[in-house]
């Protein structure tokens, strides 16, 4: 990061290089409430982007239906896009606004994405249940000596 001439000027007075008052943070250069400040600005960001994808691509589960909003997820419909490859969360929610909203994406719930992650079929419109195929015995150390 390049710092202009008043901030370097403040990082060498021992001060906040944000607000040039407040002495910094240890280990930071800036102050605790500049700190406070940038951490608020990026959570409204991350829930304005989330809010803006979500009235876009819908409220609600395109599988089950589930509508409460902290359970709901972007998934790539038929799998990862190149251009979208490795992003997930809020990486994956700023490059979709980005590019404009691509219609490979579709809201599901937490539950029918991973569904559909592993089993790439969802149990709700398949009427499957994914089980595991190997009972595991917590009792037994899977190390031994």
């Known amino acids: ?3 202009t001439k008043w901030q ?3 990082i060498r007075k021992d001060l906040c290089w944000r607000c040039g008052k407040n002495p910094p943070k240890p280990t930071r250069i800036t102050c605790v409430l500049c700190l406070r400040y940038t951490i608020e600005q990026k959570r409204l960001r991350r829930q ?3 809010t803006t994808v979500l ?3 819908g409220t609600k589960c395109q599988c089950c239906g589930e509508d409460k909003l902290p359970f709901l997820a972007l998934d ?10 490795y992003k997930t969360g809020t990486d994956l929610v700023e490059q979709v606004i980005k590019l404009g909203f691509p219609k490979d ?3 599901l719930c937490h539950n029918c994405n991973m569904a559909v992650r592993w089993g790439r079929i969802c149990p709700h419109k398949e009427g499957v249940s994914i ?6 015995d917590l ?3 899977p190390v031994s000596d």
């Open 139 to 141: 009792t037994q150390n």
């Open 55 to 57: 009235a876009h691509y």
């Open 105 to 107: 994406f579709q809201i």
């Open 48 to 50: 304005k982007n989330r």
């Open 76 to 85: 790539h419909v038929g799998g990862k896009i190149d251009k979208l490859d």
């Open 8 to 10: 370097k000027d403040k």
């Open 1 to 3: 990061m390049a710092y």
């Open 131 to 136: 089980s595991v195929s190997k009972e595991i």
